[in-house]
């Protein structure tokens, strides 16, 4: 069983950094995609950040860019999202996941293992 546990968040002001870790443990199979999502309230579920594990190549959604940062360490035990410049519009909460499944990094419902969430709060 696949175990995906995130900590890190909390509240910050805006301007400020956060850290976001996200141990994964009883993986059998190598990843394809990991990725960090969020979930404001009212709001759907957008992709963050992913790393393809085949490439290393990330990616970031466009309100992000320059104020993220996505890493892991090998063998693919931990995801990390460095998190500076934060805006309130950045307030959500936010899960690891990962895909065994395809390449396709971005698309959340390839996503099959998440972690439970750790909540950021960003005040203006």
């Known amino acids: 069983q696949v175990h995906l546990v995130e900590s890190g968040g909390g509240s910050v002001q805006a301007g400020g950094s956060l850290s976001l870790s996200c141990a994964v443990s009883g993986h059998r199979f190598s990843s394809r995609c990991m990725g960090w999502f969020r979930q404001a309230p009212g709001k759907e579920r957008e992709w963050v950040a992913t790393?393809?594990?085949?490439?290393?190549?990330?990616s970031y959604v466009d309100s992000v860019k320059g104020r993220f940062t996505i890493s892991q360490e090998n063998p693919q035990t931990t995801l990390y999202l460095q998190m500076n410049s934060l805006k309130p519009e950045d307030t959500a909460m936010y899960y690891c996941?990962?895909?065994?499944?395809?390449?396709?990094?971005?698309?959340?419902?390839?996503?099959?293992?998440w972690g439970q969430g750790t909540q950021v709060t960003v005040s203006a």
């Open positions: 996941a990962r895909n065994e499944r395809s390449w396709a990094c971005a698309t959340a419902d390839d996503y099959a293992y």
């Open positions: 790393i393809n594990t085949g490439t290393g190549g990330k």
